[in-house]
């Protein structure tokens, strides 16, 4: 019988627990553990939701209602979208850092490298001026209007150096239970012990685990739902915990408030019809335009480090992700971070699409890319030499392909378009069966349902964002705070 087994990659890590208490105080973990935890702050929630949905474990689900707003936008036709390569986008959002991470020791992203395509009739042509490549193989070219699907590679490989991809490896790191990275002392350890009411280390006991990448996604997954995922893994394999063992301080609502009051008067408002039942109060579902859910979508293509840090002050809903968030902040330069540009990558990742909704509520930009395309030189066509048209035709121009903007009219999806909205982001393109449907399914009669029209801003979006991380109730968020106006 023909050998099965593989030499995966494992990464060991030492966790020590009390085992009276049942559990886990800290992780000894190396530079490649703190790489892959670190990584998570430069991939967007559309690749979170991917990587995580991978898993089989469904006794809890990670990132609330994100997992239906990624399905939705699969379930969506392409007709109501501007263009094919505006939902390719959306389903493929990009990160930065790709090749950075992937010289991760494991590879919990299966994410593919980007495929780059260009007009072949326009680079034969030697167009060197307003050029484009697309990432999608369906794109249609600006200038001749053929198809953009010649593929052609481009390396962007990146070269770590030494020791770890964002941290060095000149020592090991301390991890809490809830996901607190801080280089190793005795020091701190002791501290840490003190803050938990340890004074007896015989209650101690070390564990050594070896994680492979399936493993380690399955304790991201955790991390993403719960606040003590070592705990978890440990001591509760079938009953998840919510309770977390050390809290490091979250951004305060004042930083956040002045954050609003800054950014608020140069954003638009979205309007939003929101039915609810009478009897109940309870919200039902919502319609609206494709404004609203453009903006749900572009949820998707956020890194979680500019969700944590740039729009939640580090202080979203998921305590484990704000405690990597602020590990990154406090940890030093040169020592342990191997460079400000790592830090500055971590905490302030690029958004890596370009081309986004012009409905979006937040305040972030994408980053510009070009593609370097070499391409034959066409003044050799007119010497009359040939030994010089010979000389001239080995010699290759460069051109400076921009990335196609593949929106109709700054828009992903087509304008006049009606949307039907679930409380969990379930969104489908809306029609009258559908909310007749909704209305049986939850024995809810016609004369006990009233509307409310609700404007949505930076604030309320933010409230939309938060809740979407960890609540199925998401737009009953944005209700609850208009109430209470």
């Known amino acids: 019988m023909a050998d099965t087994t593989t030499n ?16 886990v105080v800290y992780v000894e973990a190396d530079h490649s553990f703190v790489d892959i935890l670190f990584s998570l702050m430069t991939l967007p929630l559309g690749t979170i939701v991917k990587m995580l949905g991978k898993h089989a474990d469904t006794k809890f689900e990670a990132l609330g209602s994100l997992n239906n707003l990624y399905q939705s936008l699969k379930d969506i036709p392409e007709s109501y979208f501007a263009t094919e390569e505006c939902k390719f986008m959306l389903l493929n959002p990009r990160s930065l850092s790709y090749d950075h991470c992937k010289n991760l020791k494991l590879k919990i992203d299966s994410t593919k490298p980007v495929k780059y395509f260009i007009c072949e009739s326009c680079r034969s042509k030697g167009y060197r001026t307003s050029c484009y490549y697309s990432i999608c193989n ?3 070219c600006k200038i001749c209007g ?6 052609h590679s481009f390396d962007s490989s990146i070269c770590v150096g030494d020791g770890g991809v964002f941290v060095s490896d000149i020592g090991n790191f301390i991890v809490t239970d809830d996901f607190y990275v801080m280089p190793y002392s005795v020091a701190g350890i002791f501290r ?4 938990l009411g340890i004074n007896d280390t015989s209650h101690l006991e070390e ?4 994680l492979d990448s399936e493993q380690m996604v399955f304790l991201l997954k955790i991390a993403l ?3 003590s995922p070592f705990t978890r893994l440990i001591f509760h ?3 998840p915990i919510r309770t977390g063992l050390v809290v490091h301080g979250h951004g305060s609502t004042s930083d956040q408030s002045a954050f609003i009051k800054k950014e608020k008067s140069t954003c638009s408002k979205i309007v939003l019809e929101v039915s609810l039942q009478k009897l109940t109060g309870k919200l039902l579902f919502a319609e609206a335009k494709e404004d609203f859910a453009e903006f749900l979508f572009g949820f998707l293509s956020i890194p979680l480090g500019t969700v944590v840090g740039t729009l939640m002050n580090g202080a979203s809903s998921i305590s484990c992700m704000d405690n990597i968030f602020k590990s990154i902040s406090n940890m030093s330069v040169g020592r342990h971070l191997k460079s400000q540009d790592i830090k500055d990558m971590l905490l302030e990742p690029h958004f890596g699409q370009e081309y986004s909704s012009k409905n979006k509520l937040f305040p972030i930009k994408g980053t510009r890319t070009s593609l370097e395309v070499s391409m034959p030189n066409t003044s050799a066509a007119n010497q009359k030499s040939q030994v010089l048209k010979d000389m001239l035709l080995k010699k290759r121009c460069t051109a400076y392909y921009q990335l196609k903007d593949p929106r109709l009219n700054k828009q992903l999806l087509l304008q006049s378009s009606m949307f039907f909205v679930t409380n969990d982001l379930v969104i489908s393109p809306s029609s009258s069966q559908l909310a007749m449907n909704t209305l049986n399914k939850l024995k809810v009669k016609l004369d006990d349902i009233e509307k409310y029209e609700i404007s949505i801003g930076l604030e309320e979006g933010l409230r939309l964002l938060k809740a979407a991380l960890r609540s199925r109730s998401t737009l009953t968020s944005i209700l609850e705070h208009h109430l209470k106006k």
Not at 8 to 23: G, L, M, P
């Open 8 to 23: 995966e990659a494992k990464i060991s890590i030492k966790v020590f627990v009390d085992k009276v208490k049942k559990r």
């Open 192 to 195: 840490l012990l003190t803050d």
């Open 146 to 151: 053929g198809l953009m699907n010649t593929p």
């Open 207 to 210: 564990i050594k685990l070896d």
């Open 225 to 227: 739902s719960l606040d």
């Open 237 to 239: 394999k079938n009953n």
């Open 138 to 140: 369906k794109a249609i």
